[in-house]
């Protein structure tokens, strides 16, 4: 008996991913949002973005600061209701919670209900971002998928394709044209 327990117990031990760990909003020490909207989670479409400013960072506080920044140049000059961005990662390595999985953005009209918007912190026009902002992208996805928000046949966009925009850079661009999900509008 042990022998057909032992197996089982060691596929469900290997089959639980440890949970992402994402700098919540209070801990980069976000406004209030006052959004209600809902995307129909799983979202088909993960939209990335750069902030172009602030430019990139690479320390937890360097990057705290910048989410407050993009947060207070959307709320005041954009008139958004928050940061536009669902999550934003750092050049730090780590990703920060923007609205979340489930509150739609404000970047891709016709995308919205049907997308999560990811910002790679920094000006990626001419640059690409580093190895750890890249891998930390890709594995809020993939984290994405096995929690249910994101559609396991998910396309990957960048801002551009959708809007006239310069946006994600070319730098940045031209790095997630060679994932795997990207899709070219
Ligand atoms: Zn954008």
Redesign the pocket.
């Known amino acids: 008996m042990s022998r057909i327990l032992c197996p089982l117990l060691f596929i469900t031990i290997t089959g639980t991913a440890p949970a992402l760990d994402i700098t919540s909003r209070d801990a980069w020490n976000a406004l209030p949002f006052t959004t209600s909207e809902l995307v129909l989670n799983p979202v088909l479409f993960v939209v990335i973005?750069h902030s172009e400013v602030p430019p990139a960072c690479y320390t937890k506080r360097e990057c705290t600061l910048a989410m407050q920044h993009i947060q207070n140049m959307h709320l005041e000059y954009k008139g958004w209701p928050d940061i536009s961005y669902n999550f934003a990662v750092g050049g730090d390595g780590n990703v920060y919670e923007g609205r979340g999985w489930s509150q739609v953005g404000a970047?891709t009209p016709g995308y919205d209900k049907d997308s999560i918007g990811i910002c790679l912190i920094g000006n990626w026009t001419e640059e690409t971002p580093p190895q750890n902002q890249l891998d930390a992208a890709q594995e809020l996805i993939q984290y994405g998928v096995d929690q249910g928000m994101i559609n396991p046949d998910y396309m990957v966009l960048g801002?551009r394709e959708i809007s006239e925009?310069e946006?994600?850079g070319d730098g940045l661009f031209a790095e997630i044209s060679t994932w795997e999900n990207f899709v070219e509008f």
Request: charged content about 0%; aromatic content about 16%; hydrophobic content about 15%.
């Open positions: 973005h970047y801002h925009v946006c994600p």
